[in-house]
């Protein structure tokens, strides 16, 4: 299985702040990487699929980007809303993975 | 709007059988061109894919679990199931059924929690 490695694994950051989340593939994957953001209690949500393209309404401080190994994930201002927990997710060779998560509180 | 609810046991006996039913509401199993999948989340852990199934019945699985499980569709009701047996408290999960694309995953359930005891 390709392994997903997430960093950090938690932080905590101010509203307004720029957060950037880190995901390594332990094979290439090309672009087949997900972004999810899962709040206390809920399911997961898509924010971002195929490395960079934005979910319908998802808010444009969201981004991604990388390719082949090494991604990342963006909040360009990070909102009160936004305190979540955030998962990448592969899926260039079945069985898809995920990352251990990135957890995002408000400091 | 599409719309995916788990329904199924919360408990579980040690060594039985889970079964667990998705109801779609919003889109149609028998003519989307989408898959239908399985996703677990144990307590405090992170996510696991499943499988899923589609296009009237193919299925691909997890290997992790494939010697286990079965999902299977009932177009008549809109819905998918899925199959576990032999379980162990391993199994205790929140259990998530979801539209996948495939390759992602763009509508999720609310989820189900399953807890494995006797």
């Known amino acids: 299985d390709i392994q997903m490695t997430q960093s950090p694994s938690s932080l905590s950051a101010s509203v307004g702040d720029r957060v950037t989340i880190t995901c390594q593939a332990s094979q290439h994957i090309k672009k087949y990487l997900n972004w999810y953001q899962q709040k206390p209690g809920k399911a997961p949500k898509l924010l971002i699929y195929?490395?960079?393209n934005l979910h319908v309404g998802v808010p444009s401080r969201f981004s991604g980007g990388g390719y082949g190994t090494d991604f990342t994930f963006t909040i360009s201002s990070l909102q009160p809303e936004d305190i979540a927990t955030y998962f990448c997710?592969?899926?260039?060779?079945?069985?898809?993975?995920f990352g251990q998560g990135t957890k995002v509180e408000i400091k | 709007q599409v719309q995916l609810q788990e329904s199924g046991p919360g408990l579980v006996r040690p060594s039985e059988t889970l079964s667990l039913t998705c109801s779609v509401s919003?889109?149609?199993?028998?003519?989307?061109?989408?898959?239908w999948s399985w996703i677990r989340q144990p307590p405090g852990q992170g996510l696991e894919w499943i499988g899923y199934?589609?296009?009237?019945?193919?299925?691909h699985y997890n290997p992790s679990v494939k010697s286990r499980v079965t999902m299977s569709e009932d177009t008549s009701k809109n819905q998918f199931s899925l199959r576990m047996t032999s379980v162990t408290a391993a199994d205790t999960a929140v259990y998530y059924c979801?539209?996948?694309?495939?390759?992602?995953?763009?509508?999720w359930g609310k989820g189900t929690t399953v807890t494995v005891s006797s």
């Open positions: 919003g889109d149609s199993i028998r003519t989307s061109r989408y898959y």
């Open positions: 195929d490395a960079y």
């Open positions: 997710q592969q899926y260039d060779i079945p069985p898809w993975t």
């Open positions: 199934i589609y296009d009237s019945g193919n299925t």
């Open positions: 979801t539209r996948e694309r495939p390759g992602y995953m763009d509508v």
